[in-house]
């Protein structure tokens, strides 16, 4: 989760939002280093603090009045520290602003479209029992688990009552992090998992679909019936099904699509696009829009989205509820037809703002690779990676350092 805009567009407002993109950048499963997906970081290492021990002593007895048992808190402490790290990622976030096509490249990728059907296939039995409790469906729950942690192969491997201290500590929102850190206590205290199990994001998000502890306090549940709501082992149910309950308790509507690519007549007029103008689907289908798939409208409102346009229903609007940013739920509704073995989206995206279409981005990182100089693969989306590519080609010949794209770079390396 995240209360501040991302690179990737991740945005959310209020933390009662559940998932990593809410609480700054941290996301773990959409992170991307410019070209291939990146292998989890080493856990950051405690380092001795005084200032960080004086407010914990401090913060023990805030914790007591706010209903946590001493034994609790000192066990949860009994193996934290300082993380100067979260400190350092949380002052230091590296903004890439993405472009929807962009984003559709890393959210279904075909390495994530891949793994996604396997575990699609793998957990079908217990996504249909998620879906006939709370009317989700199982390829929305897992298209969520896709995008917050790669299928749960990025679950974050920071201890969270560490990094929540030390954010809380900082100062900078420490009344925000103070609350998750409480939120957590309260998680050891009913004994759902110990403080070494409690990993996540450098920013407290945790478990196979990322979420803050205030939200697990509100939407977590314990669908295996074991007695503990787990989101943390390498069993996904819990995780899943907390996923689907918070989607239902938000208003998702069995049945109906999140949205669809549609195509436009010729002479639609602009301003019946946005976000707040949706209309029936007959209404739709009268003014000659269709699906771009062949399959029947749902009412909602339409958008642009750089060339393609996008039919979004009121589910659409439960997405964001998860994640208060339109890239994100238009990620998670495409990844989720992905899954069911649909196809990409259609419409061909026109030029970036550099000038540079998907596939002049493509061939820029080849030629660069070529050249030596690493863009750790070439899926058209210009990341941290590529970026320093484009840097250190351009010292190595003598141009100014901008590590940014362009069609005149790309000339040259021709």
């Not at 990737?8 to 559940?18: I, P, Q």
């Not at 990094?163 to 004994?191: H, N």
């Not at 995780?239 to 436009?264: D, I, Q």
């Not at 003014?287 to 750089?306: N, T």
Request: aromatic share 8%; with cysteine.
């Amino acid at each position: 989760m995240r209360q501040e805009a991302s690179g990737v567009a991740f945005t959310r407002r209020g933390a009662m939002l559940a998932g990593v993109g809410a609480v700054l950048s941290a996301c773990v499963g959409v992170a991307r280093s410019g070209g291939g997906y990146r292998a989890a970081d080493p856990a950051p290492r405690a380092v001795p603090d005084a200032g960080w021990d004086a407010w914990v002593r401090g913060f023990k007895g805030r914790a007591a009045a706010r209903g946590i048992s001493p034994g609790v808190v000192d066990t949860a402490f009994r193996g934290a520290g300082f993380l100067p790290e979260v400190i350092e990622k949380d002052r230091n976030q590296t903004e890439f602003k993405r472009s929807l096509e962009d984003y559709l490249n890393i959210a279904a990728s075909d390495e994530r479209v891949s793994l996604g059907r396997q575990k699609f296939a793998q957990y079908g039995g217990v996504l249909s029992a998620i879906e006939n409790r709370y009317g989700v469906e199982g390829h929305v729950v897992a298209a969520v688990w896709g995008l917050e942690s790669f299928f749960g192969t990025r679950r974050g491997n920071v201890p969270v009552i560490s990094a929540l201290s030390t954010l809380a500590y900082e100062g900078r929102r420490g009344a925000f992090f103070e609350d998750q850190l409480v939120a957590a206590l309260k998680i050891l205290q009913a004994g759902d998992v110990s403080a070494a199990g409690m990993t996540g994001s450098w920013a407290g998000a945790m478990g196979h679909t990322q979420f803050i502890p205030t939200s697990y306090l509100a939407y977590a549940v314990d669908f295996t019936g074991d007695g503990r709501r787990d989101i943390w082992s390498e069993d996904p149910s819990d995780a899943l099904a907390s996923t689907a309950a918070y989607l239902a308790r938000s208003g998702w509507t069995r049945g109906l699509p999140w949205g669809m690519e549609v195509t436009l007549p010729a002479g639609f007029a602009p301003g019946l696009l946005g976000r707040g103008k949706g209309r029936p689907a007959a209404d739709w289908e009268a003014r000659g829009v269709r699906s771009a798939d062949g399959r029947a409208l749902a009412g909602g409102s339409i958008i642009a989205g750089g060339g393609p346009y996008f039919l979004l229903t009121q589910n659409f609007a439960t997405i964001l509820r998860y994640n208060n940013a339109q890239n994100y739920a238009i990620g998670v509704g495409h990844l989720s037809d992905r899954l069911l073995g649909r196809g990409g989206v259609r419409a061909a995206f026109g030029p970036d703002a550099s000038g540079m279409t998907k596939a002049d981005r493509q061939e820029l990182q080849r030629l660069l690779t070529a050249r030596g100089f690493d863009t750790g693969g070439t899926d058209g989306v210009i990341g941290a990676k590529t970026a320093a590519a484009i840097g250190a080609y351009e010292a190595s010949v003598g141009l100014p350092v901008t590590g940014e794209p362009s069609l005149e770079l790309l000339r040259r390396l021709r």
